[in-house]
């Protein structure tokens, strides 16, 4: 079952100013141009509903999107190479750590990776993070259009081997491209199951 509404509701600088937290809520973080706007854009079938650029650091506050009235998806601003300052950096990185910690009906974190590299430290460490932290989370490899399918899931394979050593069992995993369309509705669909429990 496709999305049939997505609207935007807010962009907020703090976690204080986030909507009302009285729905299950599905965040996407990943590095500064893995593709979290543009994968945003693909589930809910919406061109232009959050901000794609080629340059790094393009969305940087905590935006809600509603979605078929019933659930908030939230794009994140990306953590790694963006080309704006340490001090911004630093305010974005205590921001999204706050909007973790505090945000009660986050209900699953997305962590977008790049399929395109082998396994990178701050991926790891990242998700090593929101699995000590006690939230749950989903893996999702982005832009397989762009190497193709067997260098894609090899990369994968290897970032879920290097995690196995401090996970019980590797968190849920999906493969998407917005180019092709390739692992959306295995997204939608794992939020749905989500949303019925
Ligand atoms: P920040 O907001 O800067 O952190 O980036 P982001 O993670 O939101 O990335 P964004 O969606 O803005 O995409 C970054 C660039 O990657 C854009 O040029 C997109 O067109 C491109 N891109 C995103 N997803 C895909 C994909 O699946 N395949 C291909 N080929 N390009 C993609
Ligand atoms: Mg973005």
Known sequence: KPIKTAEFVKSSSKVEEC????????AFIGRSNVGKSSLINLLTNHGKLAKVSSKPGKTQLINHFLIDKEWYLVDLPGYGWAKVSKSQQAAWKKMIARYFETRENLTNVFVLIDSRHEP?????????????????????????????????????????????????????????????GYGKDDVVRFIRDINQQ
């Open 19 to 26: 909507p009302e937290g009285n729905l299950p809520e599905y």
């Open 120 to 180: 990178q430290r701050n991926d790891l460490d990242f998700v090593n993070s929101l699995g000590k932290a006690g939230l749950p989370i989903a893996l999702i490899f982005t832009k397989v259009d762009k190497n193709g399918m067997p260098k894609s899931q090899s990369n994968a394979a290897m970032f879920l081997r290097a995690l196995k050593k401090d996970w019980a069992e590797v968190p849920p995993h999906f493969m998407t491209s917005t180019v092709t």
